[in-house]
């Protein structure tokens, strides 16, 4: 085997800075106290690319052995606490990760890119909704004007047909 060709870890317990560039972030200590045991059939994530999102510091990216596409995260909070409790999502999407981190650590994205779970949808200050009267600001006194709104609400509402 060539000295110059660079060999890509496939143990858990490897120490090497490099096994993974996704995985800068969980030091190699991190990595040997990681409880192997109770994810088996999983190893240190090979997903090619750097992460970006601020979620991958605050835990491990890991996959399974057979299937390079099933990969998860695993909190590294929930892991050093005194009674560690298994957490892990799915790690196609991160915003169930944001979630926990936020309600389990009070943990946000410090760089203000995204905004806190507690302000997304159904959370935030809704802009009122409008009929379509109003949004037409038609005067349904006016007979002309009550009649476009009926043939409006007509065309949209397939109830009022």
Known sequence: MDANVPVKCQSPD???PSASPNNLDASPGDWKAFPWHK???FSIS???GRQTSWV???GFDIQARDSPTKRKWVCKHCLRKAK?????FS???TQNIEKHLFREHGLVDKSGRRKPPALWKGKQ???PSRNIVEMLNLDTSDPKEQAIANALIQRFDRDHS
């Open 84 to 88: 560690p409790k298994m957490t892990d």
């Open 56 to 58: 991958w510091q605050h």
């Open 14 to 16: 490897c120490s090497a």
């Open 91 to 93: 790690a196609v999407g």
């Open 46 to 48: 090979e997903h090619v």
């Open 125 to 127: 200050e809704k802009t």
């Open 39 to 41: 994810f088996p059939g």
